[in-house]
């Protein structure tokens, strides 16, 4: 090369640096022999300095070293850049040496071809489906001259990121259901997956069998009971070959809406009966509360008179409840209530009742039997305390009182005699009619019709008649 200058100061000492740059490993050589060169510094003086040099080039160091943190189960992808050293292309082969097992995946080209002096990338994956530190090697060598250059690599995974966010939404009691396909890669073994999720309203089988190289899928169900606009839940599936499988589950639950619209008829002073039937899904003893929306007393009610309905755990899918409700109108006309079933646990249940009440129809005959009283219940079904007048269209039946004051919702039996003439004709008929002018619609009447049936005492004979003469 070109001769170099230096200046050197009287009295100075001057130092510099001889650079060794093989290209070959001296054992690659024909020879196996060092490199020879000479460095020869002519001296102002007249005289000059020789060095000999001799140079043997090692195997080469690492190229470069490359860390990396990556989540489980998911595709990275590693670049690595390679130089040609050579004035003259160079085909490498690529040698990917790892120590791992079946659950780490590492792929990439075998071979890359570099232009004289320039560089190329080169890439390769790697993916481990458990946690684990994973180092080795990429070796890039000629096979022609034997050279070679490589990369040292540490791969550490982390826990594995959620690998998908499923959406499940759904009115309250009732499935709303979903599929997640997962897929052995393992070639030749056969796993089983442990399957556990953080919610008691999410349903999963306790594991999932995948034959090797298949996949399957893993069946999920929600039933919620409370409404809950926005939850999420996290179910993960695991085992030793593949490790962790999490997955997050999106949960809504809508109200329920109404149940159903319950009817009902009665006559004014009467009251109908329904059996109301539900399903219940709480797996622990649970206790419901009825409530009205009316806050005041209404003509609908629970048929026992408390509020409250008990009951078992659900076994199997769900259970059946029942509870009774009474329809009992103070007025003429349709009423309308709507009626919670309610649970902090178990959710709520809506109804809607729609009671129709209509004029009393005439009842009986009741049979009394001569001399005989008959105590004829009646309700007063009005809000308010009410006088009701008592009159027989026949003389020989007879009310214990014309008329009576009756507190509100109180039942009192009216006492109806029966003492025949003489010259009765058997049997005697005869009516009894209560009365009312209806509260709040003072010139407007009601009336209860009874048919009384008069008979003869067997044992006795007419001894009332006889009495009567």
Not at 58 to 63: G, S, Y
Not at 229 to 245: I, N, R, S, W, Y
Not at 292 to 318: H, M, R
Not at 369 to 392: E, R, W, Y
């Amino acid at each position: 090369g070109q001769p170099l200058i230096i200046d050197i100061k009287p009295g100075d000492t001057a130092t510099w640096d001889v650079q060794y740059h093989p290209i070959v490993t001296t054992k690659n050589k024909p020879d196996q022999q060092p490199d020879k060169a000479s460095l020869f510094i002519p001296l102002p003086t007249g005289e000059a300095r020789l060095y000999n040099l001799d140079g043997t080039a090692e195997n080469p160091v690492a190229a470069g070293d490359i860390n990396r943190d990556v989540r489980c189960k998911t595709l990275h992808t590693e670049k690595i850049v390679v130089h040609n050293w050579l004035k003259e292309p160079q085909h490498f082969k690529v040698v990917r040496n790892f120590n791992v097992d079946v659950s780490t995946v590492i792929k990439g080209l075998d071979e890359i071809d570099v232009p004289a002096l320039a560089s190329r990338d080169y890439k390769f994956t790697f993916m481990s489906y458990k946690e684990v530190k994973v180092q080795g090697t990429v070796t890039f060598t000629n096979e022609k001259t034997k050279e070679y250059l490589f990369y040292n690599c540490a791969f550490k995974t982390l826990p594995a990121a959620v690998m998908e966010v499923i959406q499940l939404r759904t009115p309250v009691r009732q499935r709303a259901r979903a599929e997640i396909v997962v897929e052995n890669p393992l070639p030749n073994k056969p796993i089983t997956l442990n399957v556990k999720v953080d919610s008691n309203e999410v349903q999963v089988p306790p594991n999932l069998q995948i034959a090797a190289a298949s996949e399957a899928k893993l069946p999920i169900t929600y039933l919620p009971l409370l409404v809950k606009p926005q939850a999420t839940a996290k179910l993960v599936m695991t085992c030793a070959e593949l490790g962790e499988f999490p997955y997050q589950l999106q949960l809504t639950a809508l109200p329920a809406g109404v149940e159903k619209t319950l009817a009902f008829n009665a006559q004014l002073g009467s009251a109908a009966l329904q059996t109301v039937r539900f399903q219940y899904f709480q797996r622990s003893n649970v206790d419901f509360q009825c409530k009205f929306l009316d806050p005041k007393p209404t003509v609908f009610f629970k048929a026992n008179g408390q509020n409250n309905i008990k009951l078992p755990a659900a076994t199997g899918d769900s259970s059946e409840g029942s509870f009774e409700l009474t329809f009992e109108p103070n007025r003429l006309g349709q009423h309308k209530e709507t009626l919670t079933l309610t649970s902090p646990v178990a959710g709520d249940y809506v109804y809607h009742l729609v009671g129709n009440c209509t004029e009393p129809q005439r009842q009986g005959p009741v049979d009394i039997k001569a001399g005989t009283t008959a105590q004829i219940p009646f309700k007063n079904v009005f809000s308010d305390t009410v006088i009701f007048s008592l009159s027989c269209d026949a003389p020989s039946f007879m009310v214990g009182k014309a008329q009576e004051a009756i507190p509100s919702k109180k039942q009192v039996n009216f006492a109806v005699s029966f003492k025949p003439g003489a010259d009765e004709s058997f049997p005697v008929r005869g009516k009894l009619v209560i009365a009312c002018n209806i509260p709040g619609e003072q010139d407007k009447r009601m009336e209860w019709v009874y048919y009384l049936k008069g008979v003869k005492d067997e044992k006795g004979g007419n001894d009332a008649a006889k009495g009567r003469k």
